[in-house]
């Protein structure tokens, strides 16, 4: 497709279940970024990938965040023993360049409840 | 550390009315600076942006002039439409990489 996809786009996870957030970025960009966007907030930055290389995940906020890109495209967040506070939207994003020039294109994002 | 602020919304408008969305920035250096936009139910799509001071970014009717004196991007439209009901963040770089810092957003009403 033409654009970054995320999937699924809505998931309902009782209180101490797994999740897997999927992320399918725009062909050929080497940058890819996770956010978390709880309800009326601007996004926080969760995690970074460069190819399959994750260089920066100071922004999760627990090690029951996982995320991975094995072979620098597709990449999954997973959430381990889900908690309500982890409810919000989670957004993919990728950018062809590492620059500051390079913009960021999103996904529609997959909105996470946890009950 | 790097930090956005925005004015708090929403902010409710008429058809036709001009608007303001104020956003103030710290930083070390000049980063370029990025307006992005969040339609209901989609993901943010960049708006507009600005790479140096003095630059003026403009897309769609809206524009911001990047204030290097007053570390301010405030966001601009003469004459605003129903279809401009959404949530504005202003965003900006951190000094390495571009991943973006957001400010808490905006979220504008326009009613006919």
């Known amino acids: 497709g033409a654009g970054v996809s995320q999937s699924p786009r809505y998931k309902v996870a009782k209180r101490g279940q797994d999740v897997a957030l999927r992320c399918d970025p725009i062909?050929?960009?080497?940058?890819l970024f996770w956010y978390q966007q709880a309800l009326g907030q601007g996004p926080e930055f969760l995690t970074y990938f460069q190819n399959e290389a994750q260089l920066d995940k100071s922004g999760l906020p627990s090690d029951r965040f996982f995320a991975e890109r094995p072979e620098g495209s597709v990449s999954t967040l997973k959430i381990q023993r889900t908690q309500q506070e982890d409810s919000a939207v989670y957004l993919c994003?990728?950018?062809?360049?590492?620059?500051?020039?390079?913009?960021?294109?999103f996904g529609n994002g997959t909105r996470l409840t946890v009950t | 550390g790097d930090s956005v602020t925005q004015m708090e919304g929403p902010v409710t408008l008429s058809e036709e009315a001009f608007l303001t969305i104020n956003c103030t920035y710290t930083a070390t250096g000049y980063p370029s600076l990025f307006w992005y936009v969040q339609y209901p139910g989609e993901g943010l799509q960049l708006l507009l942006k600005?790479?140096?001071?003095?630059d003026k970014g403009s897309n769609k009717g809206f524009e911001a002039t990047y204030r290097k004196e007053t570390t301010s991007f405030h966001l601009e439209k003469g004459s605003v439409q129903v279809s401009d009901s959404a949530v504005y963040f202003c965003a900006l770089p951190p000094t390495a990489g571009n991943m973006l810092t957001f400010g808490g957003g905006t979220r504008l009403m326009v009613k006919p």
């Open positions: 600005a790479t140096k001071a003095d």
């Open positions: 062909s050929g960009h080497v940058s």
């Open positions: 994003a990728s950018s062809l360049g590492q620059g500051k020039n390079s913009p960021l294109h």
